[in-house]
């Protein structure tokens, strides 16, 4: 079940940064097909159609894992993106009459 809430996360966390351009488009890309193959491996393990330690679970877990080290080295080096977009202003509320 772990593993299942991290590639929620994560998820969340790459189509943040693929909108913002945090990061380069393409490793955003790259997390969000590596959480789809983590999310495909957890679910099969779920329904016990792989082993746990197998290699199939493995291969496709192994995407998420390359990408997440690629990107910590990435945001040590490079760090975010200064020209990322901005926030939209919030909308202001109505004042009661």
Same mark, same amino acid.
């Given at each position: ?11 969340? #966390? #790459? &189509?943040?940064? #693929? %909108? @913002?351009?945090?990061? *380069? %488009?393409?490793? @955003?890309? =790259?997390?969000?097909?590596?959480? +789809? &193959?983590?999310? +495909? ?7 016990? /159609?792989?082993?746990? *330690? /197998? ?5 496709? /877990? ?8 690629? &990107?910590?080295? =990435?945001?040590?080096? $490079?760090?975010? @993106?200064? $020209?990322? $977009? ?9 004042? *009661? +009459?």
């Amino acid at each position: 079940m772990g593993v299942l809430a991290f590639c929620t996360g994560a998820t969340l #966390y #790459y &189509l943040v940064c #693929y %909108r @913002s351009q945090l990061i *380069p %488009r393409w490793l @955003s890309v =790259w997390g969000l097909a590596g959480t +789809a &193959l983590g999310l +495909a491996a957890g679910l099969l393990v779920l329904f016990q /159609s792989i082993a746990v *330690p /197998s290699g199939t679970q493995v291969v496709l /877990s192994l995407p998420i894992g390359v990408q997440e080290m690629v &990107l910590a080295v =990435w945001l040590i080096v $490079k760090g975010f @993106s200064p $020209k990322a $977009k901005a926030p939209a202003p919030a909308a202001a509320e109505p004042t *009661p +009459a």
